[in-house]
């Protein structure tokens, strides 16, 4: 059974950094693309970042872009997410999130809450 659990998360002042950690188990990441969506209070869950199988093509939020920095272990199962000069407003529940490259199959971990407050 394929599972995705992440951590990391936790309280942090404006201007900071966290780093997330996604462990995958039960699949073959290499197939998979690994990505970071949030969900702030009150709206809807958002892409945050993605990273192909390879891990060489990533895509980013505008909202994130110079910010936030997405990377992968394929060896170790892992999709990482570095978060630095954090806002306020990245305060969300951030979750994992792993998509099939050749079929429909989709993963979601049960997600990691953030909080950037003074």
């Known amino acids: 059974q394929a599972q995705l659990v992440e951590s990391g998360g936790g309280l942090v002042q404006p201007g900071g950094s966290l780093r997330l950690s996604c462990q995958a188990s039960g699949l073959s990441v290499s197939y998979y693309i690994l990505s970071w969506y949030r969900q702030p209070p009150g709206t809807e869950r958002e892409l945050v970042a993605a990273i192909g199988g390879d891990g060489v093509i990533k895509k980013y939020a505008e909202s994130v872009q110079g910010r936030f920095t997405i990377s992968r272990d394929n060896a170790k199962k892992m999709v990482y997410l570095q978060m630095n000069s954090l806002k306020p407003e990245d305060t969300a529940v951030y979750y994992c999130?792993?998509?099939?490259?050749?079929?429909?199959?989709?993963?979601w971990g049960q997600g990691t809450l953030v909080t950037v407050s003074s």
């Open positions: 999130k792993a998509s099939s490259r050749y079929s429909n199959n989709e993963f």
